[in-house]
């Protein structure tokens, strides 16, 4: 069970405000277009009836939980944008308050509010908040089991050990990935009883507890959350065994081969924190280090909490890595709450160790605590910075391209590729897909115009190559409309030049 925590009056207050900017920050703009994974998962699962979404695992698409949180959220509000990603936005405040909870088990108000306000003004979490997937969802529930997990061990309650297993329920019925994080937990805790039953020579944080009993008690909370997962995935996991056994072969002939690097991932992540601007280089490496710092304080101070935290990112890369599989940034997405811990308990030792060195060569007003006050106002100025720019363009813009070609008639547009899926589908246009170089040919001229529109113009140029040729040589590029999505451009052709 999570134990209540008593606030002062300041903590109450401060905690409260990042509550309410949490739910300001991830509200604002939640009406902005869907992207592409957004307008699958309404299409192939949310408009599906209750009987057949539970059964349905055709695609990893398909988050099971969320996707009947956006079912209940759509026939109770009607379908929208904001409806359909107001699960994310609830468990995304919800995250803040996770992370927040965590820090508590071990460290002050100063740092665990710190922590907390990272993850509010955090440009990816908040970009998570307002996407109609289950990973804000996965995030909470994998915090929220950790917090049970580390206030539970020593006790032999059922309630505790039950709610615990719920938890990782939900966890893995929201995401399959959720299995590394409980694998990390499960690993942490053997290492645990491992140095406890060899009488290793470690910190006292890092031993279970000596009554046997209360020893396997956290066995009874992973055994029940296993059951209530089979009962739960029962109506889906033929489909799921048959997707997780294929998906090495499928990432085999994936044209966008970089998706299986990890450098790509790194990479794609400093990309749309904001490139290599001036900002990011004096911010990654400053954040780089603070995080070290922190992780080793933390593994003295609440070794479970920093084992876990790593040894997540290792179980994830190494499964991804031996199942062949795309290396997401987003399967990472839980490890940002980690790095904010990281960081603010890295700053938090910085700031006592030169505070204390200051005062003692004769500079009293460099204080542990101000220089701790300038750090935590430093990053969240940057936080600020980096976070304001998930409200200067959509995800993806797809309804732009259906202002750009305004009046045309549907047989003389063309989706390409992708673009098919999303244009008659569901904004309704009735575009012809376009599939190969002949299929332009189809489409009608309108006012001596015939139109085509590409999305993902990078994994197009691969799997498209014959009809992007035949758009640059006899079309012309109209405009590019940008998102926030990494290769999320909307490119629009018309195959008469347009005068500006």
């Known amino acids: 069970m999570i134990n209540r925590l008593r606030m002062g009056g300041t903590e109450h207050i401060v905690f409260w405000a990042l509550i309410v900017l949490s739910f300001v920050l991830r509200v604002y703009k939640l009406d902005a277009p869907l992207w592409f994974d957004e307008i699958m998962t309404l299409i192939h699962y949310v408009r599906l009836p209750f009987d057949q979404l539970i059964a349905d695992y055709s695609s990893f698409n398909n988050h099971l939980f969320y996707s009947l949180q956006a079912k209940a959220a759509v026939s109770a509000f009607g379908e929208s944008a904001w409806v359909l990603r107001l699960p994310a936005l609830i468990f995304g405040v919800g995250g803040v308050w996770a992370l927040w909870r965590l820090a508590r088990t071990t460290l002050g108000a100063s740092e665990s509010l710190l922590a907390a306000a990272l993850l509010a003004l955090s440009y990816h979490h908040i970009w998570f908040s307002q996407n109609a997937r289950g990973y804000t969802e996965l995030m909470f529930w994998c ?73 396997l008690a956290p066995l009874w909370g992973f055994i029940f959350g296993g059951v209530v997962t089979l009962i739960l995935c029962a109506p889906a996991i033929p489909q799921m065994a048959a997707l997780v056994g294929s998906v090495s072969q499928s990432s085999e002939v994936d044209l966008m081969q970089e998706y299986q690097n990890p450098l790509w991932t790194i990479l794609e992540g400093i990309r749309t924190l904001g490139g290599s601007g001036g900002l990011m280089m004096i911010a990654i490496p400053a954040a780089i280090l603070a995080g070290a710092v922190g992780f080793v304080g933390l593994l003295r101070r609440a070794p479970l909490i920093a084992v876990v935290g790593v040894l997540h990112v290792v179980l994830t890369l190494v ?131 015939r139109w085509a529109v590409v999305i993902f113009p990078s994994r197009t140029e691969l799997e498209r190559a014959d009809v992007l040729s035949v758009l640059r040589r006899d079309f012309t590029l109209v405009q590019t409309l940008p998102g926030t999505l990494g290769d999320g451009e909307v490119v629009v052709y018309a195959s008469k030049p347009i005068s500006r």
């Open 319 to 449: 499964a991804l890595l031996v199942m062949n599989m795309r290396i997401w940034p987003r399967f990472f997405f839980t490890d940002i709450a980690f790095a904010f811990l990281f960081i603010t308990h890295g700053l938090f030792i910085c700031a006592g160790f030169f505070g204390r060195l200051a005062e003692r060569i004769g500079w009293p007003a460099i204080s542990p605590g101000r220089l701790f006050g300038v750090a935590a106002f430093a990053t969240i100025g940057a936080s600020v910075l980096l976070a304001i720019r998930n409200y200067d363009l959509p995800k993806q813009n797809f309804p732009g391209a259906v202002e750009i070609v305004g009046d045309a008639p549907a047989d003389s547009v063309g989706a390409v590729g992708l673009a098919g899926e999303v244009y008659a589908p569901y904004l309704n246009t009735g575009w012809r897909e376009i599939r190969t170089a002949e299929d332009l040919s189809t489409l009608t001229p309108f006012e001596g115009r």
């Open 143 to 215: 915090l929220a089991a950790l917090v049970i997990f580390v206030e539970a061990i020593g006790s032999r309650s059922w309630r505790a050990w039950g709610m615990f297993g719920l938890v990782l329920a939900a966890a893995m019925y929201t995401h399959l990935t959720a299995a590394f994080f409980i694998a990390a937990m499960g690993l942490a805790y053997a290492g645990m009883l491992a140095a406890t039953w060899l009488r290793l020579r470690i910190s006292e944080r890092f031993r279970a507890p000596t009554e046997r009993t209360a020893q």
